[in-house]
């Protein structure tokens, strides 16, 4: 069947006749399609249209639905009452919890986990809530016998039902928190051991000239925050990206000439490069990959600020890369003449990687 619609057709119909033969054998429909779907999982590639289609469906309908109709069957009034409601509700609670604590811990000391990652594998596996309500919600739809006021007598009653409601609130809650928290201190530990490892990463800075008027700026700002050892990694380029006519490169070769004069004087070899592309950024881009560069610095034209164009080249340009820093330069007064700097740092900057190399 070539046709998407027929096969996801198909799978429901499976399911639902898997759920029917299930229940004609005496069984609770829903495990026969939980068998259905056993079997179904491994025909169908997780990456395929049909598969987007069913976990869509699945999440958007069928679950939301489930959950309502679990939900209208709680009776709050049982919460209120003092005796065997509350009494009945910590025994389901304790059980999972004990039970996870000694998985989680046996798992810490048999495979080396650190504290953070045995944390966070206790937080994303002691969730309860797809399985706990279907047995749950099989238990109490399998009626006994009858009461002598007539009521049903099910093999698992309301106040199961409401402990295992209540299970299933605070078990998600507590486990949203515990995973938070310590995917967040696993991430920052990684950014720490990046910086660290980044520290001693080679400098190479790029100088990307387009004006004349701010070649002799770019260079002075790029020979200050240099690295004081650093005295051959300094690169100057200028992307032509018109036809390869005269001018263009004339243009090009009189900008690179006039930085590395420049840099030569303060005892600095500063490399000329000069590159044809149609896309000014994909042309620096390649060159950051060339040449491994650590720190790029773009300069606008004096009287001009940031023009729509320039802020969208920015921004789905050069800001997209993470592994490099990026400075964009308006000089309004010479760097030597600037007594104050204010400097604004975000919070937690100090563990991103290149934060170093920037001090």
């Known amino acids: 069947m070539n046709d998407k619609i027929s096969q996801y057709i198909f799978v429901l119909v499976m399911i639902y006749l898997a759920a029917l033969l299930a229940e004609l054998a005496g069984v609770e429909a829903i495990i026969g399609a939980f068998f259905a779907g056993l079997a179904l999982n491994r025909l169908i590639p997780h990456t395929s249209s049909l598969m987007n289609r069913v976990e869509f469906v699945g999440n958007a309908i069928f679950i939301p639905f489930f959950l309502i109709s679990v939900g209208m069957l709680i009776d709050f009034k049982v919460f209120l009452k003092v005796g065997k409601p509350w009494k009945l509700q910590p025994s389901c609670l304790l059980p999972l919890s004990e039970e996870n604590i000694f998985l989680q811990l046996l798992r810490k000391r048999h495979s080396g986990f650190l504290k953070k990652k045995g944390k966070l594998i206790f937080g994303l596996s002691s969730a309860s809530a797809a399985a706990t309500l279907a047995s749950v919600m099989v238990g109490y739809n399998i009626i006994l016998s009858e009461s002598e006021t007539g009521e049903p007598i099910r093999l698992l009653n309301e106040h199961v039902l409401n402990g295992s409601i209540l299970l299933i609130l605070i078990s998600c809650t507590v486990s949203s928190f515990i995973s938070m928290s310590s995917a967040q201190k696993i991430a920052e530990q990684d950014n ?3 910086v660290s490892g980044n520290s001693h990463e080679q400098e ?9 008027t701010t070649v ?3 260079v002075n700002l790029g020979i200050l925050i240099k690295a004081h050892s650093n005295t051959e990694n300094l690169f100057a380029l200028n992307v032509i990206n018109e036809d390869k006519n005269e001018s263009s490169v004339k ?4 900008l690179l000439h006039h930085a590395t004069d420049m840099a030569a004087a303060a005892d600095v070899k500063m490399q000329p490069l000069k590159r044809y592309d149609n896309d000014v950024v994909n042309g620096v881009n390649n060159v950051i990959k060339e040449q491994n560069i650590t720190d790029l610095i773009i300069g606008l034209e004096d009287g001009k600020g940031l023009s729509p164009s320039f802020t969208y080249n920015l921004y789905n340009g050069y800001l997209q890369r993470n592994d490099i820093s ?3 330069y308006h000089a309004v007064q010479p760097l030597a003449t600037v007594k104050n700097h204010a400097v604004m740092i975000p919070e937690n900057a100090h563990k991103e990687a290149g934060f170093s190399m920037l001090c």
């Open 216 to 218: 002799e700026k770019m």
């Open 251 to 254: 243009n090009a070769e009189k």
């Open 192 to 194: 720490e051991e990046t």
């Open 326 to 328: 990026v400075m964009v």
């Open 204 to 212: 190479n800075i790029l100088l990307a000239l387009n004006h004349e």
